[in-house]
């Protein structure tokens, strides 16, 4: 039925630019416009993890570089019955993290050093399993295209404002702009909208199963939400698009609204406490926790510690 539904929206976002290539250019601006419109879908296929990737200056990571990070998201993928993906960190104080590629043998997970360095070690294995939850649920692929082709809706919209913009006189021409500079790229980001928000709540689900500990994902998730919101994102904030890529929003934009790319934190927190109570867990598990007298397999004190084990860069 998710599959179904992943379909049809995409199929009304493709409708939307060919309506909006029609409005401003007739039969031949339609046909146009569903050409542009599967050339994207297939450039968007092939190269989604380059696209994504390169827009944030990640830069990837192994067991050399960063072997407490890489190790963790590799444990993790083995849990979740995974390949292992390629592992990026981005040098970003904006708390983050997302997965992309097309499918899961050639996906990515990101993370920014802003999150690494707020998070605790079971906060960060929370938030990995969610990106490979997002992996295993076949989401990276759709959320990337959805974002490639509501950013071109927008972008067509705004060129036939000025293609069209001579026509004043003409009260048809005029309800055209008026349609292709509003309600399209209205309807593209709803559509976008309610993609990002359903997948979310999946993939908090997942994630919480994968890591075993639903209650470490929802304190990474207050977190990030009050970070998120303190530290601008610049990717977002240049291509708005791009926010629904994230586990909290790249831009400040709180509460299940309308225009919200993800669901509300404090429900999603909850929807994790009544899990964690499904789960029979009674109190924060450290799921990755070193034997008795024995070090951790990933280098992490058991004492507490300000910032994240797991940061690259060691601060804190």
Known sequence: MNGFKTTMLLAALTA?????????GGRGGMIIALL??????LFTYWNADKIVLKMHG???VDAASAPEFYGLVAGLA?????PMPKVYVIDSPHPNAFATGRNPENAAVAATTG???ILNRDEIAGVMAHELAHVRNRDTLIMTMVATIAGAISMLANFGLFFRGGAGDNRG???ATILAVIVAPFAAMIVQMAISRTREYGADKGGAEISGNPRALASALAKLAQGAAAVPNPVAQRNPAASQLYIVPGLARGGDSLFSTHPDTGNRIAALEELAVTMGQSAPLDVFAAPANRPSALGVRAAPRRGSALDPNRRG
């Open 16 to 24: 939307l630019f060919m309506a909006l290539g029609f409005t401003i």
């Open 36 to 41: 542009v419109a599967v050339g994207m879908n």
């Open 58 to 60: 990640a830069r990837q």
């Open 78 to 82: 083995q849990r979740a019955q995974l």
């Open 115 to 117: 999150l690494l360095s």
């Open 173 to 175: 021409a005029m309800l």
